[in-house]
C-alpha cells in the first residue's frame, strides 16, 4: 500500500519552461490537494479536488493549472516556470473533503527554477 | 488570510528533556491536527483532536485541544534523537473549508 506517491522527486526547470507535477493515491480518497512549503512559511494550499470532477482555487493558485485526472490522480501544471516557483512541492489525499478526516501527504517534489 | 501562531519556531533541546510547543488563532476551529515532518519527507500525521478540552495521547506524545477551542498544545515527554524534525499544527474551522497549517516548529536534539 503506497499511500500517496508524487513523481518526480526533483527537478531543475528554466524560466518559461513548463512541466507537470504527477499525484496517484491508492486509498480511495474521494478529496486531493497541492501544497507547496517554502522556508518559514509552513504549507500554503494551491488548489484542491474536493471530489473526482471538481477542482478549486486554494491560497496561492496564480501561475499553476491542476486537472483531477480520476479518482486516483491529480495533476499539477506550471506552464510557464518562474524563479518565484522554486519550492517544495506536496501533493495530499484525504477521505472526504476535510470533514474532519486527515489529509495524508506524498514525499514531496523539490524544484527548482533557474 | 486566516492564521495560526505556532511557537517556538525553533528549539534545541537535550536528549531527555520535554518539549512543549502551542498553536493559537484569533478564530475558533473544530478540528486541531499535528503532524510530524523528517527531513526529506512530507508530513505525517501524530495526533487528531475533535473535541474541546480533549487530551489525546501517542505514546511519547500528549496533545491538548483547548477549551476557548482557539488554540491546541504539544507535549513530548523525554525526547530522543528521533524526535528530530518539524512540527506542524493544522486546524478546520467547520464542517467544510480546507486545513489551515501553522508555520512549524523545528526540533533539534542533542545527544
Known amino acids: 500500500n503506497a499511500g500517496v506517491t508524487q513523481t518526480p522527486k526533483f527537478q531543475v526547470l528554466k524560466t518559461g519552461q513548463s512541466m507537470t507535477l504527477q499525484c496517484a493515491q491508492d486509498?480511495?480518497?474521494?478529496?486531493m490537494y497541492w501544497y507547496r512549503q517554502d522556508p518559514g512559511m509552513g504549507l500554503r494550499l494551491i488548489y484542491y479536488?474536493?471530489?473526482?470532477?471538481?477542482?478549486d482555487k486554494g491560497e496561492v493558485p496564480n501561475g499553476y493549472n491542476v486537472s483531477r485526472l480520476n479518482k486516483r490522480e491529480f495533476s499539477l501544471r506550471l506552464e510557464s516556470a518562474a524563479p518565484s516557483q522554486t519550492s517544495v512541492y506536496f501533493c495530499?489525499?484525504?477521505?472526504?473533503?476535510?470533514?474532519?478526516?486527515?489529509?495524508?501527504f506524498g514525499q514531496g517534489t523539490r524544484l527548482t527554477v533557474v | 488570510g486566516q492564521q495560526l501562531n505556532q511557537s517556538p519556531q525553533s528549539m534545541f533541546i537535550q536528549e531527555g528533556e520535554d518539549v512543549s510547543m502551542n498553536c493559537t488563532s484569533s478564530?475558533?476551529?473544530?478540528?486541531w491536527l499535528w503532524y510530524k515532518q523528517d527531513p526529506g519527507e512530507g508530513p505525517v500525521l501524530l495526533i487528531a483532536?475533535?473535541?474541546?478540552?480533549e487530551l489525546t495521547s501517542n505514546g511519547r506524545l500528549t496533545a491538548q485541544f483547548g477549551i476557548t477551542r482557539k488554540d491546541s498544545f504539544l507535549n513530548i515527554s523525554a525526547s530522543i534523537p528521533s524526535d528530530v524534525g518539524i512540527y506542524f499544527c493544522?486546524?478546520?474551522?467547520?464542517?467544510?473549508?480546507?486545513?489551515?497549517f501553522g508555520k512549524g516548529t523545528k526540533l533539534s536534539v542533542k545527544p
Open positions: 495530499a489525499s484525504s477521505e472526504v473533503w476535510q470533514l474532519n478526516t486527515e489529509a495524508f
Open positions: 486509498m480511495n480518497h474521494n478529496s
Open positions: 479536488s474536493a471530489s473526482e470532477g471538481t477542482t
Open positions: 478564530s475558533i476551529f473544530n478540528t
Open positions: 483532536l475533535y473535541k474541546a478540552g
Open positions: 493544522a486546524g478546520l474551522r467547520g464542517s467544510q473549508g480546507n486545513l489551515i
